[in-house]
């Protein structure tokens, strides 16, 4: 799948921008502050509907106006047309001219991966960090998933909002649990299944771009032990004094362990940076594995942050992706970017809010 047609309104420091994008490689070369993340930005948004930022929809309004339009031309398939809208009071999306009513339906259309620098947060990060990696692996892979999340969210909310009153009522409680233990289950079941499969992944991922011979395994680390609905019981009297509920997925972890020792504790800054980036590595292989077709790769500034070896460490990844006629969209400043990734780029440069395509230097 690559992104053919990308249409910017309003959006961060692009007034109005139109760019055809044919697949393969695209690197995003200029000074900064001129615009190239909030290029990546934006698609990552068309494909999960979040800003990898994790700001919300008014920070990308440009300056002094209402709304962003973001749309795009999606070719997998089929083709596929998205028109996204975002104002405080108004929200659109549509596919296809139809709007979009349940998100396991646009999911999935463009899927994307995004290789960024607040990437290295995975690994030092609180526990929100690592669910929120597994949660938007899973809605990409699992059209059920993000319904059940969404369920999960709002019973959670309304329990919680009941342990917060002095009298509770008994009913609501007994029926917002019986949906939190039904869901949470669910979301429990698809985590476990998919950590075992991702760790290897990222084993491999790490061995490629380490510079030591460390083993990477990945754990999920479930709240539930054994079995919710007997565990959120026996956690009443404790609810009660902390008035929320202290047991399920929502207290999940991903333990991430080097040579059997948590990263987050005994990592040097260098293992923890190309840790963080293994974790990428293997979301990418996961959804191409399961997909047959490459994710869109959203690289980030990492490129210039790593060492020769670890940049020849992503190359095989970079290589797969353009034999199966994926896309791969990455920002450097002149300075730094990857050469060794030899001709078969299309170069833009980025200025102030504007995008313009290089012609490829014939090579002497
Ligand atoms: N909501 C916004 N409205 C207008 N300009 C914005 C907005 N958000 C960010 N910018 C501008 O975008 C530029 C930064 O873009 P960015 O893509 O992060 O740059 P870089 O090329 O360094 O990756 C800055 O000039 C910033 O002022
Ligand atoms: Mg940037």
């Not at 990696?133 to 999960?152: A, E, I, K």
């Not at 990492?302 to 060492?307: F, R």
Request: net charge positive; with cysteine.
């Amino acid at each position: 799948m690559h992104l053919a047609h990308l249409r910017l309104r309003d959006f961060r420091n692009y007034a109005r921008l139109d760019a055809e994008f044919s697949p393969g490689f695209h690197l995003l070369l200029g000074d900064n502050a001129q615009g190239k993340t909030n290029i990546l930005e934006a698609i990552y948004l068309l494909a999960t509907l979040r800003s990898f930022r994790g700001v919300g929809g008014a920070q990308m309004v440009r300056h002094d106006h209402k709304g962003y339009f973001v749309g795009a031309r999606v070719v997998g398939q089929g083709t596929r047309q998205i028109r996204m809208y975002w104002s405080a009071t108004e929200r659109q999306l549509s596919l296809d001219g139809q709007p979009v009513r349940r998100l396991s339906d646009y999911l999935g259309v463009l899927r994307a991966v995004v290789f960024c620098t607040e990437d290295l947060q995975l690994v030092k990060g609180p526990a929100a960090r690592r669910r929120r990696f597994l949660d938007l692996l899973l809605s990409q892979t699992h059209p059920t998933y993000l319904p059940l999340l969404q369920r999960y969210t709002a019973a959670l909310r309304s329990r919680n909002a009941l342990l917060k009153q002095s009298l509770v009522d008994a009913m609501a409680f007994d029926s917002f649990t019986q949906e939190l233990v039904s869901v949470g289950n669910q979301i429990i079941a698809l985590r476990r299944e998919l950590v075992p499969r991702l760790s290897p992944l990222a084993r491999l991922a790490y061995r490629r771009i380490a510079n030591d011979a460390e083993e990477l395994k990945l754990a999920y680390q479930p709240s539930v032990k054994t079995d919710f609905a007997i565990e959120l019981a026996a956690s009443r009297a404790r609810e009660r004094s902390y008035r929320m509920t202290l047991v399920g997925p929502h207290r999940d972890d991903l333990a991430l362990m080097l040579n059997d020792q948590p990263a987050a504790q005994f990592a040097s800054e260098g293992q923890k940076r190309t840790l963080a980036i293994a974790l990428k590595m293997a979301q990418a292989e996961y959804v191409t594995g399961l997909h047959g077709t490459p994710p869109v790769l959203l690289i980030d500034d990492v490129m210039g942050e790593l060492d020769v070896r670890r940049r020849s460490g992503l190359l095989p990844l970079l290589e797969r992706s353009h034999q199966a006629s994926g896309q791969v969209f990455m920002t450097c400043t002149e300075e730094n970017w990857p050469r060794e990734l030899g001709r078969r780029l299309q170069r833009w440069i980025v200025s102030a809010g504007s995008l313009r395509a290089v012609d490829s230097a014939p090579t002497p």
